[in-house]
Nanobody, 119 residues
């Protein structure tokens, strides 16, 4: 059974940092492209950052503006999102997503971890 388990969310003050983790099990992690999404209350889910299977390609949403860094450790089956200079508008439920490199219908989602940025 495939599982994606996010952790690392919490309450942080504006300007603070958090590091999210997404641990995968039940799949060959290195075959999956990994993406972080987020969804704020009343808003559509949006892509935050994306990383290729060998961490050789990353991309970010425009709103990240150099504040976040996505990385992965294929030996630990984990993808990370380092978030710095957090803003109140970053408050959302953050999800990780796995899509097989060769089969876009082979998709998994985690349950999410809540990030709240507030003073």
């Amino acid at each position: 059974q495939v599982q994606l388990v996010e952790s690392g969310g919490g309450l942080v003050q504006p300007g603070g940092s958090l590091r999210l983790s997404c641990a995968a099990s039940g799949l060959i992690f290195s075959n999956y492209v990994m993406t972080w999404f987020r969804q704020a209350p009343g808003k559509e889910r949006e892509l935050v950052a994306h990383i290729g299977t060998a961490a050789d390609a990353t991309s970010y949403a425009d709103f990240v503006s150099g504040r976040f860094t996505i990385s992965r450790d294929n030996a630990r089956n984990t993808v990370y999102l380092q978030m710095n200079s957090l803003k109140p508008e970053d408050t959302a439920l953050y999800y990780c997503n796995a899509v097989h490199l060769l089969n876009s219908r082979d998709v998994y989602w985690g349950q999410g971890t809540q990030v709240t940025v507030s003073s």
